[in-house]
């Protein structure tokens, strides 16, 4: 296993990904950064995003020609991620001497049973095959059931009259290893058709076996029968197999030629291959089953999952950009190991289980962040990655003018746009004036839901989202149906409100739309033009002007 930067393998697939709906500057982080990586000797780093970008994002990704990362819409670990693709099995046909000697070579302790398409029909222990063969049960120690097929693979036998079939069938064994009178009599009880003979070089048993007209007559130590016994078993329908075994030796498997469909458990619990690994391991504690078998969506076997399966190491991980909240992360993130954080957000993280890179600092934008990487690495971003990493800096700042723009911002735009060869200040101008129309998301819930995120202060969790545009008429004309998006959004994630930044960046003012608690109006502190409706002059940012603010007023209320 070998390590790269970072301190992880090159085994696991690392995705860089950003915030639930993702903005610029989330997109952005995470594309610049995997291609960093995979510069720095990680090929398996991959650009993620946690949802559909935005009509900005759209926008600078076909004006730049760079491909959307790649959509994961949950990485919740699934039954796939663990399970055993290369499993131990047994067709039907198989008898329990195969299934033997699988369970010695193998050191299983369960295997499928399979049907001719390939799905599991039943399912083998070795507890269940020992107490098949090992427990006393007198009533069935003649008994044997078997197929003439699989009791000639078993002895390496030839069918030397009558060929033989699948079709199993219940025997009573009896070895002829005494004089023809006394053996006659044995067997004088049992129905001929269910007679297993098995003798040596004993022409008098055979004639009495054939005479009988048992339903199968061994004859072991490789001496064929002479041609009349032959002859005569022909005449009278008894087939004859011809093992070079001794007797001794052809008894014992004899018994163990019965085909494993006939001792299989054929109450067995499956799992799919796509359901999550909670889900194993629920059914795994409810049924006590040693292995459950995973099956494709066809239904063939996919692999076995056992409880050493919920040890496995899942195959991938996560770097987190823009962002360090579970609450905004993508779904299942919780139950996969981050590798590295690089944000500029105030923390909210989880715990880690081991050290990692954890990178913040008050800036504007991730992007400055990332192209930070890039200098300490010692290299430059190609052209159309720092043409990408200065969008998201232009995008997260407002054209370098939102209150969090910081001197970092300002100089890395600057190194960024010479690399790019741009102008930072037009590019700006371009993306925003391409893109503030609120036609552009489709409807109004995708207005509201495009940049929208989570946060919480002690029990009470609130939502806000935010686009920027240039003006207000456009707002005028849909803010009813987005309050009501506001407030289905709220009803649905149990928000203690759910708000709105229409920020216009020709004039540096927000228009806050929210839905929440009745008493806000009291303490939100800036003019209400309209129920619902705030007006913040001079407020562009929500993680470093509204956001306080709000926090500070969940203290209130």
Same mark, same amino acid.
């Given at each position: ?16 990904i ?32 946690a ?17 959307e ?21 047994l ?129 072991t ?49 499956t ?38 399966s ?7 991980g ?24 690089i ?7 989880s715990?880690? /289980? @081991? ?9 504007g934008s *991730?992007?400055? $962040? #990332?192209?930070?990487?890039? =200098? ?7 052209q ?109 994630g149990?928000?203690? /409100? @759910? ?10 003012? *927000?228009?806050? $739309? #929210?839905?929440?608690?009745? =008493? ?10 309209e ?27």
């Amino acid at each position: 296993m070998t390590a790269v930067d970072g301190g992880f393998s090159l085994e696991k697939t690392i995705y860089v990904i950003g915030h639930r709906n993702p903005d610029t500057d989330s997109v952005a982080s995470a594309i610049a950064y995997a291609e960093l990586k995979k510069r720095l000797g990680a090929p398996q780093v991959i650009a993620a995003m946690a949802g559909e970008p935005n009509p900005q994002t759209r926008y600078i990704l076909d004006r730049l020609g760079i491909s959307e990362p790649l959509l994961l819409a949950d990485v919740h670990p699934k039954v796939r991620d663990v399970v055993n693709r290369r499993p131990v099995t047994l067709s039907k046909d198989a008898t329990a001497y195969d299934a033997l000697e699988r369970f010695h070579a193998s050191g299983v302790r369960v295997m499928p049973v399979l049907d001719e398409a390939g799905n599991p029909s039943g399912s083998l222990s070795l507890l269940r095959l020992s107490e098949t063969y090992l427990l006393p049960c007198p009533e069935l120690q003649r008994e044997i059931r078997t197929s003439v097929a699989a009791l000639a693979r078993t002895l390496a036998a030839d069918c030397i009259v009558l060929p033989g079939d699948e079709t199993v069938e219940k025997f009573h064994l009896f070895i002829g290893a005494m004089r023809e009178e006394s053996f006659s009599g044995r067997i004088a009880d049992y129905e001929p058709s269910s007679l297993l003979i098995m003798t040596g070089n004993r022409r008098t048993i055979q004639q009495a076996a054939i005479e009988r007209g048992v339903g199968l007559l061994v004859v072991t130590g490789g001496h064929p029968p002479d041609q009349d016994i032959t002859a005569m078993a022909e005449a009278n329908g008894v087939r004859i197999l011809l093992t070079h075994h001794d007797t001794a030796t052809a008894a014992w498997l004899a018994r163990l030629s019965t085909p494993v469909s006939q001792v299989a458990d054929h109450a067995f619990t499956t799992i799919g291959i796509g359901e999550p690994l909670s889900q194993l391991r629920q059914k795994l504690l409810q049924t006590g089953d040693a292995a459950l078998f995973v099956t494709e969506e066809d239904g063939s076997l996919a692999g076995v999952a056992t409880k050493s399966s919920l040890l496995a190491e899942i195959p991938y991980g996560l770097i987190l950009v823009d962002h360090n909240e579970t609450g905004q992360a993508v779904p299942g993130a919780d139950a996969v190991e981050v590798l590295e954080v690089i944000d500029h957000h105030k923390l909210g993280n989880s715990p880690t /289980i @081991a050290p990692i890179t954890f990178i913040t600092s008050p800036v504007g934008s *991730t992007c400055t $962040l #990332v192209a930070a990487r890039y =200098r300490e690495a010692g290299l430059a971003p190609e052209q159309r990655i720092a043409a990408l990493l200065l969008a998201g800096i232009l995008s997260d700042t407002v054209i370098l003018k939102s209150p969090t723009t910081t001197d970092v911002d300002r100089s890395t735009a600057q190194w960024l746009a010479t690399i790019a060869a741009m102008d930072a200040e037009d590019f700006g101008k371009e993306i925003f004036a391409a893109c503030s129309s609120l036609k552009h998301y489709g409807s109004p819930l995708k207005v509201v839901e495009a940049d929208f995120k989570h946060f919480t202060q002690g029990e009470k969790t609130i939502g806000v989202g935010q686009v920027e545009v240039v003006g207000f008429d456009e707002f005028d004309g849909v803010k009813g149906e987005l309050l009501a998006c506001l407030a289905q959004i709220k009803q649905r994630g149990n928000l203690f /409100i @759910a708000g709105l930044m229409v920020t216009d960046i020709v004039s540096g003012t *927000t228009l806050f $739309l #929210v839905e929440g608690h009745t =008493r806000i109006a009291h303490v939100m502190g800036y003019p209400q033009l309209e129920p619902h409706l705030y007006e913040m002059k001079g407020v562009m940012s929500r993680k470093k002007q509204l956001l306080p603010h709000l926090l500070k007023i969940l203290e209130k209320l």
